[in-house]
């Protein structure tokens, strides 16, 4: 069975940065497209980021575009998101996605899905 698991969450201040990472495991993960969405109090899960095989496609929702940035290490497995500036707005529970074809920020389009970690932004 396919895992996916996203350690590194927690609480940060405004401004400041975090980076989420997620590690996969039974899957030829260097053929899967990549993504994270995020689901914060009270609202539907969004998508944040996507991210194709090979790492040279990446896609962003207008509200992160410019401080969030996807990456992916076939070699190690892993998908990473980097976030900066980070705003109030930003604190959700954040989940990363796979899905055996393109790259997609369509939720229904991802077959496989972590646990998910939780962000909270401070004011």
């Known amino acids: 069975q396919v895992q996916l698991v996203e350690p590194g969450g927690g609480l940060v201040q405004a401004g400041g940065s975090l980076r989420l990472s997620c590690a996969a495991s039974?899957?030829?993960?260097?053929?899967?497209?990549m993504a994270w969405f995020r689901r914060a109090p009270g609202k539907e899960r969004e998508f944040v980021a996507a991210i194709n095989w090979s790492g040279g496609n990446t896609y962003y929702a207008d509200s992160v575009k410019g401080r969030f940035t996807i990456s992916r290490d076939n070699a190690k497995i892993a998908m990473y998101l980097q976030m900066n500036s980070l705003k109030p707005e930003d604190t959700a529970i954040y989940y990363c996605?796979?899905?055996?074809?393109?790259?997609?920020?369509?939720?229904?389009?991802?077959?496989?899905w972590g646990q998910g970690t939780q962000v909270t932004v401070s004011s």
């Open positions: 996605a796979a899905r055996s074809y393109g790259a997609s920020t369509t939720l229904e389009a991802y077959d496989y």
């Open positions: 039974r899957l030829i993960f260097s053929s899967y497209a």
